[in-house]
Each structure stands twice: as structure tokens, then as C-alpha cells.
């Protein structure tokens, strides 16, 4: 973090100054404090007069300087958040999928709002905090000790104890905020699910469950932050009254003095007023120690994120598909002891379209997943025109893989920024696209057509419109390989036959379909049909291969009606 704290030097240096220069008016007032008092003892009118004029041109500059202060404090936090704040995003967004779905979202969230806030507060704030004790403590001090050394002595005596306190209870302190944080970000999450899934709450009435799921959360929060909080308030509390006691020994020692005649009554209130400008730095010392040392752990988090490398740096730029994909002997398992694919072969070529088909939990979806790069802990190859996917660079790797998922993510935007994703296109292509995915009956039903907001997640759209502008999104990118992971599941029939008919004709277009619907006629435009059967290829043909083999695609097409209900006559004339 140190980085940062130095990021705007200049600033830095500006707020040390004049934190410096506020000091020193403190002294400034014990000292006139003094001459009042002395003047009063003395009965000198003339001299009381004067110090009076000149106390209320004090009071005003230390007013104008104390506002600057605080504004050019606020200057360097602004600025200085404003680049952390940049930066981390920047990592995070910069992250490959693997190493962003090793974290839940909530954690990012949390270290967005909550931890953010606390950095500000106790790290940055606490620093500049500390500079500004540090000074008045040491200003007081030599003044004290030009008064009269002897004080100094009573200082040293009792001020070992303010110090003392943060080492002894620091690494408790620290360990409470880090279990009050971690409490804060599993109630994000937890709050996060049951807003996403108030709909599933109210339809299956589990509210009262739900309400004490949110009751648990809810006082393991408030459990860490009273915990953090009794713990802080003791050391606190602590250092307070090895304060007072620092106090009390200077007023006891003064006075003593001012009896002896060694010190006048001036200097004594002199004493007193200083004695604040130690005691309390002291005191804020030690809680700024603590805050510093508590916030370690939070620290950590951000230093993670801020120092993790971007494994995207070094790989290989591969700008066009030549040839093909190749899965080699390719097994993986998500948990160790569970394969999830087992010596998986087989091979794309340049412009086939290849669908994916098996009963649900055969590894399908995970097979893409590992095209795509979201792992590269498996054995065996996977390799596109006969380089190996772990060394392509991420970027580049979607620069050749467009993917349509079944759960389509939606801005809340318009309808075309939903589709071009923050480029621009040209109308003419946005609207050859727009005919290629099924979307021109709904663009022209709407009063706004393409600018028609979808709004939160798309929640104004029904689920087969979110999926044929997930189709329109990944076309528009113009990738030579298209990913479609259950991408028409949404659809009705007739309309999933039409769109994938067109994306079919698309000849250069190599496609990789996983699809649960088994329908002959879509089927059978297929080059290839790759069957998988717990993590195991079953059978590789084109659909007449595999009915005519009479083997476990087979069984699969006949048992979801394919070849009885008749449908296939259906669909192909809806298609004519
Ligand atoms: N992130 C994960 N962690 C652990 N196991 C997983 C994970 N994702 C999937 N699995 C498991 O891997 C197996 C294969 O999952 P996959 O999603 O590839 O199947 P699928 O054939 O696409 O299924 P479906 O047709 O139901 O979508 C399943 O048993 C699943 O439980």
C-alpha cells in the first residue's frame, strides 16, 4: 500500500507542512495562555490588553489554517482512492476467468464498499493522523522540556504505558476486524442470493426459512462487530487512562514546583495545556498503532489483487483458425477422485458443425469450458491448428471463440448496446445480424425497436428473446468458431430450427453445439455428432451413422421421441 501512499508525493508533502505548521500554533496557545495568566497574577492590564489583540488574531488564522487542513487532507485521500480504486478494478477486470471464479463475487464486492472504506479510514486517514500526533507530541515536548526538564522526567515515567498497549493487544485487535470483515462480506453475499432469488423465495413460500437464514448472517455480523468493538473499546479505554495518569503526575510535580517557587502559575497552566498536546497524541498513537496493524489483514486482500500477475502477459497471439481443434487424451476432474471427462478424443475441422449430445452431468458443458480456457489444469492436449490453448493468450483465444450460454447475461440497457457490446457496427451489418438471429419479429413488434431498454439482467425480455440476442451478440463479433452451450433451449422448435439452420449455412463458421434437443431434422445437418456418456465419448457420426449403428445415441433419440412423435416432417416445412 506504501505505493499509494506516496502516489501523489507533492500533496503529501503539502499536508505534512501544514500539519506541521498546525502544531505549532498549539504551542503557540499554551505559551499565550502564559502571558494571560501571568499577566493576570502580575495585575499588568496594559500586558493582558495586548495579549487579548493578538488571541483573536490567533483564534481566526488557527481557524483558516485548521479548514486548509482538512481540505488539502481530503485533496490527497480523493486523489489517492481515486487511482487505488482505478487500479484494482483494472486487475480485476484484467483477470482471466480461472483465476476470477476462484474468489466469489461477494468477496469483490465486499473489498469494493466495505474494505474500501475501511482502508480510507483506518490505514490512509490513521497515517496521516499519526504524522500529525507524531508532531504535536514532539513540538510539546521540547517546549515542556525548555519550561522545565524536570516535567520531562514525569513524562517519560508514565508514558511508556500508551505505547505499551497496542503491542500487547494488536494482533487480537487485528485478527476481530478480520473476522468482522469476513462476516460483512458473507452477509453481502448471502443478501445478493436472496434478492436474486426473491421470486423462488415467494413462489415455494420458504420466507420464514429464509428470514432465519438472514437472522444467522445478520447476528454474526453484529456478534464480529461487538466482539471487534469490546476489544477495541478496552484498548481504548486503556490508553486513556495511562493518559490521565500522565496528567495527574504533571499537575502533581507542577504544582509542587509552583509552591517551591521554581515555576510561575503561568507556566504551570503552560505545563497543563502541553501536557494535552502529549497525552492525547499519545493516547491517538497507540489507537493509530492498532488501527494500522488491524487493518493487515484487509491490507492483504487488496495487496493480492493489486500485485496478482496478469497470466494473459506472455502468451502466443493467434489472430485466425486455419485448420482445426484437437482434444487429445484429454481428461479433468473439478475435485480430486471425480473425472469428469476421461481420455476424451476427437477433432473439428475448419467450417464443420460439430453438436454435442449426452445425458445431463456428461461432461458436455465442461468440455467447452476447458475450450474456452476456463481451466488448464487437465491432462492431455487441447490444441487449435496444433497450438496447445494453455499457451494462447486469453484475449486472443476470444478474439476466435464466440459463446452463447443458456443463462444469457443482460446490461441494463438498450436492446443494441446489449448487442454490440460498447463497439459500433454498421447498420446494414447490425441488421443482417439482427435477421440471423430471429430477432427481427420482436425489433419491429416494439415501439422502440433496438433502443428499447431490457431492463435489470434483461428482466423485461422472456428467456428465448435474452437467448437470440446472446445469438445476435456472438454473430456480430464475427468470430470463425461459435460456442452454443444449450443456446436455443429457451426457444421454441420452430424458431431454434430456424436459427440454427441459418447459423448452419454460414460456411466458413465452424460451430460447436451442446444440445439437449434431440431433433432429427436439426440433428441431421450436422457433420458430426459427438455422444458422451459419463465423461466418456460414446459414439462419433453424422446422425444417419449413429441411428443406422443402432447404438446409445440411438437409444437416447428414441427415448426423447425424435424418431416416434413424427416431428422432423413438422420442422421442415416450417423451415421451407
Ligand atoms: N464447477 C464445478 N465443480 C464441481 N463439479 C462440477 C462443476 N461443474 C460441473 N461439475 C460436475 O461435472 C459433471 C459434468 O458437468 P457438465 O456441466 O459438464 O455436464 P453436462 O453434460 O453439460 O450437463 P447438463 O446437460 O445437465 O448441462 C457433473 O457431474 C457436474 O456435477
Not at 491 to 514: P, R
Given at each position: 500500500?506504501?505505493?499509494?501512499?506516496?502516489?501523489?508525493?507533492?500533496?503529501?508533502?503539502?499536508?505534512?507542512?501544514?500539519m506541521f505548521v498546525l502544531t505549532l500554533t498549539d504551542i503557540l496557545l499554551a505559551l499565550g495562555l502564559k502571558e494571560i495568566v501571568d499577566s493576570g497574577v502580575n495585575k499588568n492590564i496594559d500586558r493582558f490588553k495586548e495579549i487579548l489583540f493578538y488571541a483573536i488574531i490567533f483564534v481566526i488564522l488557527s481557524f483558516?489554517l485548521d479548514?486548509?487542513?482538512?481540505?488539502?487532507?481530503?485533496?490527497?485521500?480523493?486523489?489517492?482512492?481515486?487511482?487505488?480504486?482505478?487500479?484494482?478494478?483494472?486487475?480485476?477486470?484484467?483477470?482471466?476467468?480461472?483465476?476470477?471464479?476462484?474468489?466469489?463475487?461477494?468477496?469483490?464486492?465486499?473489498?469494493?464498499?466495505?474494505?474500501?472504506?475501511?482502508?480510507?479510514?483506518?490505514?490512509?486517514?490513521?497515517?496521516?493522523d499519526f504524522i500529525y500526533q507524531s508532531f504535536r507530541l514532539i513540538t510539546a515536548t521540547v517546549t515542556i522540556v525548555i519550561i522545565n526538564p524536570y516535567l520531562l522526567v514525569t513524562v517519560i515515567i508514565v508514558g511508556g504505558l500508551p505505547i505499551l498497549i497496542p503491542n500487547l493487544?494488536?494482533?487480537?485487535?487485528?485478527?476481530?476486524?478480520?473476522?468482522?470483515?469476513?462476516?460483512?462480506?458473507?452477509?453481502?453475499?448471502?443478501?445478493?442470493?436472496?434478492?436474486?432469488?426473491?421470486?423462488?423465495?415467494?413462489?415455494?413460500?420458504?420466507?420464514?426459512?429464509?428470514?432465519?437464514?438472514?437472522?444467522?448472517?445478520?447476528?454474526?455480523?453484529?456478534?464480529?462487530?461487538?466482539?471487534?468493538?469490546?476489544?477495541?473499546?478496552?484498548v481504548t479505554a486503556l490508553s486513556s487512562v495511562s493518559g490521565f495518569l500522565m496528567f495527574l503526575a504533571v499537575i502533581v510535580v507542577g504544582t509542587y514546583m509552583v509552591i517551591k517557587g521554581l515555576m510561575t502559575v503561568g507556566y504551570l497552566i503552560a505545563s497543563v495545556q502541553l501536557m494535552n498536546y502529549i497525552v492525547s497524541p499519545l493516547g491517538n498513537l497507540a489507537g493509530d498503532i492498532n488501527?494500522?496493524?488491524?487493518?493487515?489483514?484487509?491490507?492483504?486482500?487488496?495487496?493480492?489483487?493489486?500485485?496478482?500477475?496478469?497470466?494473459?502477459?506472455?502468451?502466443?497471439?493467434?489472430?485466425?483458425?486455419?485448420?482445426?481443434?484437437?482434444?487429445?487424451?484429454?481428461?479433468?476432474?473439478?475435485?480430486?477422485?471425480?473425472?469428469?471427462?476421461?481420455?476424451?478424443?476427437?477433432?473439428?475441422?475448419?467450417?464443420?458443425?460439430?453438436?454435442?449430445?449426452?445425458?445431463?452431468?456428461?461432461?458436455?458443458?465442461?468440455?467447452?469450458?476447458?475450450?474456452?480456457?476456463?481451466?488448464?489444469?487437465?491432462?492431455?492436449?487441447?490444441?487449435?491448428?496444433?497450438?496447445?490453448?494453455?499457451?494462447?493468450?486469453?484475449?486472443?483465444?476470444?478474439?476466435?471463440?464466440?459463446?452463447?450460454?443458456?443463462?444469457?447475461?443482460?446490461?441494463?440497457?438498450?436492446?443494441?448496446?446489449?448487442?454490440?457490446?460498447?463497439?459500433?457496427?454498421?447498420?446494414?451489418?447490425?441488421?443482417?445480424?439482427?435477421?440471423?438471429?430471429?430477432?427481427?419479429?420482436?425489433?419491429?413488434?416494439?415501439?422502440?425497436?433496438?433502443?428499447?431498454?431490457?431492463?435489470?439482467?434483461?428482466?423485461?425480455?422472456?428467456?428465448?428473446?435474452?437467448?437470440?440476442?446472446?445469438?445476435?451478440?456472438?454473430?456480430?463479433?464475427?468470430?470463425?468458431?461459435?460456442?452454443?452451450?444449450?443456446?436455443?433451449?429457451?426457444?421454441?422448435?420452430?424458431?431454434?430450427?430456424?436459427?440454427?439452420?441459418?447459423?448452419?449455412?454460414?460456411?466458413?463458421?465452424?460451430?460447436?453445439?451442446?444440445?439437449?434437443?434431440?431433433?432429427?431434422?436439426?440433428?441431421?445437418?450436422?457433420?458430426?455428432?459427438?455422444?458422451?456418456?459419463?465423461?466418456?465419448?460414446?459414439?462419433?457420426?453424422?446422425?444417419?451413422?449413429?441411428?443406422?449403428?443402432?447404438?446409445?445415441?440411438?437409444?437416447?433419440?428414441?427415448?426423447?421421441?425424435?424418431?416416434?412423435?413424427?416431428?422432423?416432417?413438422?420442422?421442415?416445412?416450417?423451415?421451407?
Amino acid at each position: 500500500m506504501k505505493k499509494y501512499l506516496y502516489k501523489h508525493k507533492g500533496l503529501l508533502i503539502i499536508n505534512i507542512i501544514l500539519m506541521f505548521v498546525l502544531t505549532l500554533t498549539d504551542i503557540l496557545l499554551a505559551l499565550g495562555l502564559k502571558e494571560i495568566v501571568d499577566s493576570g497574577v502580575n495585575k499588568n492590564i496594559d500586558r493582558f490588553k495586548e495579549i487579548l489583540f493578538y488571541a483573536i488574531i490567533f483564534v481566526i488564522l488557527s481557524f483558516l489554517l485548521d479548514y486548509i487542513v482538512d481540505v488539502m487532507k481530503a485533496k490527497y485521500i480523493n486523489k489517492t482512492f481515486l487511482d487505488l480504486k482505478e487500479d484494482l478494478f483494472s486487475k480485476l477486470i484484467q483477470k482471466d476467468i480461472m483465476s476470477f471464479r476462484k474468489q466469489n463475487i461477494s468477496h469483490y464486492i465486499s473489498m469494493f464498499t466495505n474494505d474500501i472504506t475501511m482502508l480510507e479510514q483506518d490505514y490512509f486517514n490513521t497515517i496521516l493522523d499519526f504524522i500529525y500526533q507524531s508532531f504535536r507530541l514532539i513540538t510539546a515536548t521540547v517546549t515542556i522540556v525548555i519550561i522545565n526538564p524536570y516535567l520531562l522526567v514525569t513524562v517519560i515515567i508514565v508514558g511508556g504505558l500508551p505505547i505499551l498497549i497496542p503491542n500487547l493487544f494488536g494482533k487480537k485487535v487485528s485478527q476481530y476486524k478480520k473476522e468482522f470483515s469476513d462476516s460483512l462480506s458473507n452477509f453481502t453475499t448471502s443478501m445478493k442470493e436472496f434478492l436474486s432469488g426473491y421470486e423462488v423465495i415467494k413462489s415455494f413460500n420458504i420466507e420464514n426459512k429464509i428470514k432465519e437464514e438472514y437472522a444467522n448472517f445478520n447476528s454474526e455480523v453484529e456478534r464480529t462487530k461487538y466482539r471487534f468493538k469490546v476489544i477495541s473499546s478496552f484498548v481504548t479505554a486503556l490508553s486513556s487512562v495511562s493518559g490521565f495518569l500522565m496528567f495527574l503526575a504533571v499537575i502533581v510535580v507542577g504544582t509542587y514546583m509552583v509552591i517551591k517557587g521554581l515555576m510561575t502559575v503561568g507556566y504551570l497552566i503552560a505545563s497543563v495545556q502541553l501536557m494535552n498536546y502529549i497525552v492525547s497524541p499519545l493516547g491517538n498513537l497507540a489507537g493509530d498503532i492498532n488501527k494500522i496493524k488491524s487493518i493487515k489483514k484487509i491490507n492483504e486482500k487488496f495487496m493480492e489483487l493489486l500485485f496478482s500477475t496478469v497470466s494473459d502477459k506472455e502468451g502466443i497471439e493467434k489472430v485466425a483458425f486455419n485448420d482445426k481443434i484437437e482434444f487429445k487424451n484429454v481428461s479433468f476432474s473439478y475435485k480430486e477422485g471425480r473425472d469428469v471427462l476421461k481420455d476424451v478424443n476427437f477433432s473439428i475441422s475448419k467450417g464443420e458443425k460439430c453438436a454435442i449430445v449426452g445425458s445431463s452431468g456428461s461432461g458436455k458443458t465442461t468440455i467447452l469450458k476447458l475450450l474456452l480456457g476456463y481451466f488448464d489444469d487437465f491432462d492431455g492436449e487441447i490444441t487449435i491448428d496444433g497450438i496447445d490453448i494453455r499457451k494462447i493468450k486469453a484475449d486472443s483465444l476470444y478474439q476466435l471463440i464466440s459463446v452463447i450460454q443458456q443463462e444469457v447475461f443482460m446490461f441494463d440497457s438498450s436492446i443494441k448496446e446489449n448487442i454490440v457490446l460498447f463497439n459500433d457496427y454498421s447498420d446494414n451489418y447490425l441488421n443482417e445480424i439482427i435477421e440471423k438471429s430471429g430477432l427481427k419479429p420482436l425489433i419491429n413488434s416494439l415501439d422502440n425497436g433496438l433502443n428499447t431498454y431490457v431492463g435489470e439482467s434483461g428482466c423485461n425480455l422472456s428467456g428465448g428473446e435474452r437467448q437470440r440476442i446472446a445469438i445476435a451478440r456472438a454473430l456480430v463479433k464475427n468470430t470463425p468458431i461459435l460456442i452454443l452451450d444449450e443456446a436455443t433451449s429457451s426457444l421454441d422448435n420452430e424458431t431454434a430450427f430456424k436459427i440454427e439452420n441459418s447459423l448452419i449455412d454460414i460456411k466458413e463458421l465452424t460451430i460447436l453445439v451442446v444440445t439437449h434437443k434431440l431433433i432429427g431434422n436439426i440433428l441431421e445437418k450436422y457433420d458430426k455428432i459427438i455422444v458422451i456418456k459419463e465423461g466418456r465419448i460414446k459414439e462419433i457420426g453424422t446422425f444417419q451413422e449413429l441411428i443406422d449403428k443402432k447404438g446409445y445415441f440411438y437409444s437416447l433419440y428414441t427415448i426423447e421421441g425424435g424418431l416416434i412423435d413424427g416431428s422432423e416432417s413438422k420442422y421442415l416445412s416450417a423451415a421451407e
